[in-house]
């Protein structure tokens, strides 16, 4: 991991006035912490180690041991830490290293974070970030690469969002720790080092709404995350070959904003949805499902998905890659849409499956 | 670290109140919880109250006696097996009552139900029905009392069955690395749901286990409402100083089943008479009659008070209006309007 | 399955009359969509379906009184409509569930017969359908089945027909088309036969594309009907399904005309007569619009390339939104704006004759969407085939006499809308911009307008809008 950190505290504005998004995410902290004493962070290595990712690197030397606050490995009893600080005015932004690990966590996330509002008649009001890498890409290996905000989206309760862009990076915390409730970001571990210019604040969409990336009018190539890229990719491939994709980043895993999804398909009349989380059961299953009950009549082929290979994504490079969404795995969908397969290649991993294929 | 382990025995000098109607006023709070709890019984077999219900019957001197060492700006997080707690904490007989019929003037507005009363007015951060899975959350609260300079105690009440738990110890170390004020309360009754103690943990000396973590660690008489009170307020005193979480495993013993019914294969008869000897609410009555602080008559008139009180509660929940099925969504996020600065 | 029953229409309805169906066994039908028209001791009033699903048998005939709740129609869930060969149905006979008025009383030999006996005794069918012993629903069954009656020997009592025979009966229609939704919802939306369509999607499937370029090849019939347009052929009433398959039009396509002839003559004299035209016209370099269109037809079959009358019609009807003073109408107190901006566009019918069909709230729409709006108004209009909304309630006319030819169109404003803008044909001119001299395509557009409602400055800011708008084509 550690190589993917760098360890010059780099000023928020780097050279010719580029942010990455790891910067401008520590920007958003350092914003937030400034502005409200009662926001601190806490979590594994985010004080003098600077965080797993780097991401909270000079925050210590900023604001201290206090609110800068390295935790035991117990994901456990610091996210319920956090939960519990945040029943009673705190508002704590609490790093988990990783999604896997959040499994540790995932009682009180589930059984605390999600519910204790509900559960107590609306009583108790839980104003908590939780912030964990997610993906794969990066030859992690089967426990540092899976992709689970999915299982996360589907829990009422929970406010879950993915940053796929610097701007959204910078400017998604602050309304999310305005939110009374629970909000969960996922930052993919390949956006890290993605680096763009900075947008001024006003503009930023929020943090309810789908944004359309790109307009396109052929097909809606439906995505988030680190799969923003290589939608966006697909798109340029595609457009040379004569087809206008429209990409759409859902930003909000959940809720999701059905509109601008339905608005896109009812212009294109097809739908890819790219989703590294596994196919089955997957959050791409969810979309699919409400185009199909909202849009039915709109579809003029059946809604594509582009899915991560249902497989514990494996350390080898070319398996690793074999098993993610690509550009070109997502522009054979795109193209299976829209009725103009490519001519066949033997590279191509078509990921469609195919009935009966045990998985 | 043997120092910190000796069991409890009240000590010349305690700052522990030890007039009559002090000794008067603890008989009643453990006498409203059993006769509320038996009312409970009833209830439940009439089909009025359902879903999972967890008595505190035989144990009601951990929760009165912890109680008295606590301010009503400290804070109190459950198990679900939590109406002792509740009613010891103040939370109303009609709202708990209510909560359990599903109505809209229970405690949660009817989500809850028996396992999940929940009171922030009285600081009361509810049962919690995942075992241990009130202890990062009573860190939390601690933790922010802790970084805001705010000189309060947060309670935490678990079972010995939580000791298996990871977050059990999780919180323990965490709780003692940052030194928050956080008192632990483990209701040790022998048995994690039908698993005997020595059946789920190598070493059965708990207190011991968390003198480990570094914390004061004391084994208490749970039967014994005054001993209890005893150590509670000492160790919260020593939390109110700063010293850091204090850990009490308070020796008790569930009377009744583990959830209303159940065959107790896993428990002699034998074992629970004798538990039943020293019963403490009828234990504490009898001291009481025999030093003369309590007259049989006495003790009738409280029994009508108490009585009297559950009838209401139960008439007021009986009276009480359903909760609207279309509110079925509500709470589980804020309204947008709240709060969004 | 579910059932399609007599909805309570108010507070005090108890029951109705199930005056008319407006679809069939077999039909597809979505939530909302209105199935049928059902008279209440108020008034007429048409119903809509909750379900959507497949209509299977229709359970009451036309004219029958039901009371609220009775099941009228099967709505079917499952993939397949309705096919002839439903056991319940088959044995003559049998009989499958009440459908008079009276059920339970009728033995089973009469009951095949049931649905041949409604409340009302139904007018006696006209022409050679003149079938003896076919009741009314019989006959509505099969024409919905496409059944020939003549060609039928009842089973029923004194060989009547009954809808077992009719169900029987070899139908001409089609098995299940292989087709997307979008592709059965634009078939029917542009009144196309999907089995008539030749798909290219994945295993034969008709898609979106494969409809719109049938409705482009579709025979286009000369007789159209100017006002038969009101309802789509599906909805219209049983009296006119009844007519003949020749239409009084194409027997005499002469009076038809004449009859519109006489309309567009009084109106455009009535315009001429009352209203203050005046003129005004532009030349506009279409470079950017054409580019734009190169851009984002790439790719794209022809059917579904954009052209530029789409991005004309869009930029006249934003302008409109700019210049609202030339969106409206002028009533006897003067000028009324448009609340929407609702754009007529005149329709050359190829016998003869105009039509003016509405794109309601044209100035929203994307141009794709405008575009096939316009495709299909036009299609519809030239076969008769325009519903009622979308013959009134323009607020802006405009003609685009392009295609034929002509570079530039002085109107004559519909009264009593206020404005016309005519738009010519897009034609390569040498054009100097920033000194230089270069072809470019250009295109005029002129406006008519009612100069008691506005002056020639307004008419010119109108024109400057659309220009400017017409320059950033991807803005549209």
């Known amino acids: 991991m550690t190589a993917t950190r760098t360890r010059t505290p780099a000023p928020a504005a780097a050279a010719e006035g580029r942010t990455t998004y790891r910067d401008a995410m520590r920007e958003a902290m350092r914003e937030a912490m400034r502005a409200d004493e009662r926001v601190f962070l806490m979590g594994e290595d985010v004080g003098r180690y600077g965080g797993c990712f780097g991401v909270s690197l000079g925050l210590l030397e900023e604001f201290g041991p206090e609110r800068i606050r390295d935790a035991p490995l117990s994901e456990s009893a610091f996210v319920g830490a956090g939960i519990g600080a945040a029943l009673v005015g705190m508002r704590p932004i609490v790093e988990i290293m990783t999604v896997n690990f959040s499994l540790l966590a995932l009682d009180q996330i ?20 939780i912030r964990m890498t997610t993906g794969a890409g ?51 571990g390949s956006l890290y080092n993605v680096s763009a210019e900075l947008p001024a604040g006003p503009g930023f969409p929020g943090i309810e709404r789908a944004v359309v990336r790109r307009p396109g009018t052929d097909v809606s190539v439906i995505t988030y995350g680190g799969s923003l890229p290589k939608a966006l990719a697909a798109a340029d491939d595609l457009a040379e070959a004569g087809i206008s994709a429209e990409v759409v980043d859902l930003r909000s895993l959940r809720p999701l904003d059905d509109a601008t999804l339905g608005d896109s398909v009812a212009r294109t009349h097809r739908a890819v949805v790219v989703d590294e989380g596994w196919r089955t059961g997957s959050l791409a299953a969810e979309i699919s499902a409400r185009l199909t009950e909202g849009h039915f009549y709109d579809l003029d082929a059946p809604v594509e998905r582009v899915c991560s290979a249902e497989v514990p994504i494996p350390y080898a490079r070319a398996l690793e890659a074999a098993a993610l969404p690509q550009a070109d795995t997502i522009v054979a969908a795109a193209r299976r849409a829209v009725g103009d397969p490519a001519p066949a290649r033997a590279d191509t991993a078509d990921q469609r499956p195919t009935a009966g294929r045990p998985s | 670290m043997s120092s910190t382990r000796t069991a409890h025995t009240p000590r010349p000098g305690s700052r522990v109140r030890r007039d009559a109607a002090h000794r008067l006023a603890l008989l009643e709070s453990m006498l409203r919880v059993r006769r509320f709890e038996e009312r409970c019984v009833e209830l439940y077999s009439a089909a009025r109250i359902r879903g999972f219900m967890h008595l505190y019957i035989g144990e009601e001197a951990v929760a009165v006696g912890v109680n008295e060492a606590l301010t009503g700006d400290d804070a109190v997080v459950s198990t679900y097996r939590e109406h002792g707690h509740a009613l010891a904490r103040g939370v109303p007989a009609e ?113 011991l286990r968390a003198a480990g973590y570094g914390m004061v660690s004391w084994a208490v008489d749970g039967m014994d409402v005054l001993a209890v009170e005893d150590a509670a307020r000492r160790a919260a005193e020593g939390v109110r100083a700063g010293a850091g ?97 | 399955m579910s059932a399609f029953t007599m909805p309570s229409l108010g507070a005090d309805m108890d029951e109705g009359v199930l005056r008319e169906w407006l679809v069939g066994p077999g039909d597809p039908v979505r939530r909302g969509d209105v199935v049928a028209i059902v008279e209440t001791d108020k008034a007429a009033i048409e119903v809509e379906c909750f379900e959507s699903g497949t209509v299977g048998r229709l359970l009451v005939p036309p004219g029958t009184r039901v009371p609220v709740g009775t099941p009228l129609a099967e709505i079917e869930h499952g ?13 003559p006979g049998t009989r499958a569930r009440p459908a008079g008025p009276e059920p339970g009383k009728e033995s089973a030999g009469r009951a095949a017969n049931a649905v041949d006996s409604p409340a009302r005794p139904a007018p006696e069918p006209s022409g050679e359908a003149a079938c003896a012993g076919a009741g009314p629903l019989v006959r509505h069954l099969a024409q919905l ?99 003949p398959p020749a239409a009084p039009a194409e027997e005499h396509p002469g009076r038809r005309t004449d009859t519109m002839r006489r309309a567009i003559a009084e109106l455009m004299s009535r315009s001429k007569r009352e209203i203050p035209h005046y003129y005004l016209a532009t030349t506009i370099d279409l470079t950017a619009g054409q580019t734009w269109l190169r851009r984002i037809n790439r790719g794209r079959p022809p059917a579904d390339r954009l052209v530029p009358a789409a991005l004309l019609m869009k930029a006249a009807a934003l302008a409109a939104r700019e210049v609202p003073a030339l969106n409206g109408y002028w009533r006897d107190e003067g000028f009324v704006p448009g609340t929407e901006i609702n754009v007529g566009v005149a329709v050359s019918l190829r016998q003869g004759g105009l039509l003016s069909p509405v794109i309601h709230r044209a100035d929203t729409l994307a141009p794709e969407t405008l575009m096939a709006h316009l495709k299909d108004l036009v299609e519809r209009a030239r076969r008769g085939r325009l519903r009622g909304s979308e013959t009134t309630g323009a607020t802006l006319t405009v003609t685009n006499l392009g295609e034929q ?72």
Not at chain 2, 152 to 173: K, L, Q, S
Not at chain 3, 463 to 471: F, G, H, S
């Open chain 2, 95 to 207: 709202a708990i009552m209510a909560e359990m019929f599903g109505k809209v003037t229970g405690c949660s507005r009817g989500r809850g139900g028996s396992m999940h009363l929940f009171d922030a007015g009285r600081r009361f951060y509810g049962g919690n029905a995942i075992v241990g899975g009130g202890l990062p959350l009573a860190a939390g609260l601690a933790l922010a009392d802790h970084m805001t300079g705010r000189n309060r105690v947060t309670c935490c009440f678990f079972g010995d069955g939580a000791f298996a738990e990871g977050e059990f110890h999780e919180t323990a170390n965490l709780a003692a690395l940052w030194r928050l004020p956080l008192l632990l309360v483990c209701e040790n009754n022998l048995y994690a749901m039908g698993t005997a103690l020595e059946r789920h943990q190598a070493q059965t000396d708990l207190a």
């Open chain 1, 110 to 129: 589930l059984n605390n974070a999600a519910t204790l509002l509900h559960m107590s008649g609306g009583q108790l009001e839980v104003p908590i970030v």
């Open chain 3, 405 to 476: 030819g002509v570079e530039s169109v002085f109107g004559v404003i519909h009264p009593p809308q206020v404005a016309l803008v005519g738009f010519g044909a897009v034609v390569e001119r040498p054009w100097a911009r920033n000194g230089m001299l270069g072809v470019c395509p250009v295109v005029t557009v002129t406006l008519a307008a009612d100069h008691r409602a506005t002056d020639g400055a307004v008419g010119a800011r109108y024109l400057t809008a659309v220009d400017r708008l017409l320059q950033r084509p991807e803005e549209l």
């Open chain 1, 138 to 188: 990066r030859q992690l290996a089967a426990q540092h690469s899976h992709s689970l905000e999915g299982w996360y989206a589907h829990i009422p309760g929970l406010r879950v969002l993915a940053p796929a862009t610097v701007a959204d990076a910078r400017y998604m915390l602050a309304p999310a720790l305005a939110d009374p409730d629970p909000v969960l970001i996922f930052e993919h």
């Open chain 3, 79 to 91: 993939r397949e409509p309705a096919g002839p060969a439903r056991k319940d149905t088959l044995k």
């Open chain 2, 245 to 341: 979480p204090h850990f009490l495993e308070m020796r008790t013993y569930r009377f009744r089943a583990h959830s209303m019914y159940d065959a107790d294969r896993y428990r002699d008869k034998a074992e629970i008479e004798h538990w039943k000897e020293r019963d403490p609410v009828e234990g504490f009555a009898r001291r009481l009659l025999e030093a003369k602080e309590l007259t049989g008559k006495a003790r009738d008139a409280l029994e009508d008070r108490l009585a009297a009180g559950i009838d209401r509660a139960v008439e007021a929940a009986e009276q009480a209006p359903e909760e609207p099925v279309e509110t079925l969504l509500e709470y589980v996020t804020s309204p947008v309007e709240a709060n969004r600065s």
């Open chain 3, 145 to 243: 089945r496409g059944v020939d009656l003549t060609a039928l020997s009842g089973t029923g009592p004194g060989g009547r027909i009954t809808r077992a025979d009719v169900e029987h009966a070899p139908s001409p229609r089609a098995p299940r088309v292989r087709a997307t939704p979008y592709a059965r919802r634009l078939a029917r939306d542009l009144g196309i036969d999907l089995t008539a369509v030749r798909g290219t999607g994945d295993g034969g499937a008709v898609r979106g594309v494969d409809v719109r370029t049938a409705a482009q090849g579709a025979d286009v019939r000369a007789g159209a009907q100017a006002d038969a347009a009101a309802r789509p052929a599906e909805f219209r009433r049983e009296s006119e399904q009844r007519t």
